[in-house]
């Protein structure tokens, strides 16, 4: 059953109005019909509907009955990924995704080889992160479209990570810090940050800054990872030790 993402001010006595690129998904990609089935997402409630009204703009569907969506977990985490070349932001948006995070923010860094320059490259960039977090998020369903942040400076992003409850830094030279070991005195958090070096990693000022505020050094094992699978890795080990892979764990 084909899946949308709304806000609260398209829905509205029991009916829900789809437009934009949704709208001209459903009209012009799937040819839909009034008393198509469809499922609208709004603030992780998943609303099961009916296509009432193919209007010249938008959609008109009824609401038939709605339920919580099970999909999101109760751990929120933000990814602080240092900024990496080509397309590999968007391999790591998708990915992160679906394997749960709740917010990815872009990072500058000392070695970052991307440069942003404009607020208009900025607004480009996200914007197409954005829409992949969109696609993503219908994919594997979601109950919310993840946020991309802005692109922010090192400093800013550890700054932002201080209201976390567990913050963590995966580092090359860290050897004796795992997972495991931070996970089992971090049980019952709701919230965390996982900070991610580009290509090159961080530099050891950088990591300094971090430890200075609060932010653990961890290691992902022996191996050097890409920029690209260390995030994915890090987060998958948090979701499974503290959040909702694991059977049994919420």
Not at 59 to 67: E, N
Not at 144 to 156: A, E, L, R, Y
Not at 217 to 231: D, F, H, M, S, V
């Amino acid at each position: 059953m084909s899946r949308y993402f709304v806000n609260k001010t398209q829905i509205e006595d029991n009916k829900i109005r789809i437009t934009g690129e949704d709208y001209q998904h459903l009209k012009k990609v799937l040819r839909a019909i009034k008393g198509d089935a469809i499922t609208v997402c709004c603030d992780g409630i998943d609303y099961n509907a009916v296509i009432a009204e193919i209007g010249n703009d938008c959609i008109i569907s009824d609401i038939i009955d709605s339920v919580e969506n099970v999909t999101e977990p109760a751990l929120k985490v933000t990814l602080f990924q240092g900024l990496p070349k080509a397309d590999k932001m968007e391999f790591i948006v998708q990915k992160c995704i679906e394997l749960g995070v709740s917010e990815i923010v872009p990072v500058i860094t000392d070695r970052s080889i991307v440069k942003i320059n404009t607020d208009k490259d900025a607004n480009a960039k996200v914007s197409r992160w954005q829409k992949i977090a969109m696609e993503a998020a219908k994919q594997c369903n979601r109950g919310i479209v993840p946020v991309i942040g802005m692109p922010v400076k090192f400093s800013q992003a550890v700054h932002m990570a201080a209201n976390r409850e567990l913050s963590i830094i995966p580092y090359e030279k860290e050897s004796v810090a795992g997972f495991k070991a931070i996970a089992a005195t971090s049980s019952s958090i709701k919230s965390a940050a996982i900070f991610i070096g580009p290509e090159g990693g961080f530099t050891e000022q950088e990591v300094e800054l971090a430890e200075t505020a609060g932010i653990r050094k961890i290691t992902l094992g022996p191996r050097i990872l890409r920029t690209e699978t260390a995030g994915m890795v890090a987060l998958s080990l948090m979701m499974y030790e503290l959040g909702d892979v694991s059977n049994g764990r919420t």
